[in-house]
């Protein structure tokens, strides 16, 4: 059985998507290294990119993306308590 998959982040919010390949980078290069360090954990996912990053995220390697707000919309924060 294995417990861990993979690994995720969340950067930063950048008005440009750009800003936040680094961020994806480092993710995806320290899978890579904790694959070659320990190579019986095999950590295959890679959870990074939201609506507005997802492009970048992809590109840099995410195997999983969050994109609620491109499919609902955004949150209205004005009905919280």
């Known amino acids: ?5 993979g690994l995720m982040t969340v950067p930063p919010f950048f008005d440009d998507p ?3 390949r680094p961020y994806f980078r480092q993710l995806r290069e320290l899978r890579d290294s904790l694959n ?3 190579p019986h954990t095999r950590l295959t ?5 939201m609506s507005h990053d997802f492009a970048v ?3 840099e390697g995410s195997t ?3 994109i609620g ?3 609902f919309g955004a949150r209205d ?3 919280t308590h």
Do not use: F, N, P, Q
């Open 57 to 59: 995220a992809i590109e």
């Open 36 to 38: 070659a360090v320990h």
């Open 77 to 79: 924060y004005s009905r």
């Open 45 to 49: 996912e890679l959870s990074m990119g």
């Open 69 to 71: 707000t491109a499919i």
């Open 64 to 66: 999983c993306v969050r």
């Open 18 to 20: 750009e800003d936040a």
């Open 1 to 5: 059985m294995r417990l861990l998959r």
